[in-house]
């Protein structure tokens, strides 16, 4: 069986009894990054082999669908949160299907719904487009293609980028469009910017230095902190 087990994106607390059960009980956890995963496995005393699982790798793909198929239990982690939402994984989980191996998926901490819940901003429909190119000209595509919509966009961005994603959001949406944007979210410095695009640009161009991940949230109706 192949379960995909969600860690903690911040606090080790929102670890939950099903995905500690699911790691103990693992013959193999694959990981993005071993080094990251053994803090966990340390913390909370699971010795279980760590494996770096690596999308783009034929050969550890090949792997681990020998090791299922020769009947192991593996569970697949990414650094944080829920594995192939904007993460690794997708790939050994269609490869799993395609076998008919047994996948399981547990609930659990995500940057997206955990930033939308508390942003204020319309969440009955919404778009993630995850991470963007890193090609500015790509990435204002993107978000000019998305804009029309009238649904609330959700983006991650890297403390590197996040100042340029602001600019160009500003130069696609009108500066009164609702924004939300949080920081290091569930971690002891998180933070939040919200208001109109024009306010949270401001807000986040003021910083020096940027530091932590960010979840970036738009919606292109005007006003919606505002009205009665």
Known sequence: MLAIVPTPIGNLGDMGPRALEALKKASIIY???????????????????????????PKVLRQMLDELKSGKNIALVSDGGLPAISDPGHKIVALARREKIEVLALPGPSA??????????????FIFLGFLPRASGKRKRILETFSTLQRT????????????????????????????????????????????????????????????????????KGDLFHEP
């Not at 997206?112 to 429909?125: E, M, W």
């Not at 500066?175 to 208001?195: D, L, P, T, V």
């Open 112 to 125: 997206v719904v955990t930033a939308l819940a508390a942003s204020g901003l319309p969440a009955d429909s």
């Open 31 to 57: 990981c993005e990054d071993t080094r990251r995963t053994r803090i966990l496995t340390s913390y909370f005393g699971i010795s279980v082999l760590l494996k770096r699982y690596d999308e783009h790798n």
């Open 153 to 220: 966009i959700v983006i991650y961005e890297s403390p590197f980028r996040v100042k340029n994603l602001m600019k160009e959001l500003a130069e696609v949406f009108i500066s009164r469009a609702q924004c939300a944007a949080a920081r290091e979210i569930s971690k002891i410095h998180e933070e939040w910017f919200y208001g109109t695009l024009e306010e949270v640009k401001r807000n986040i161009d003021a910083k020096d230095p940027v530091l932590g991940e960010f979840v970036v949230m738009i919606h292109p």
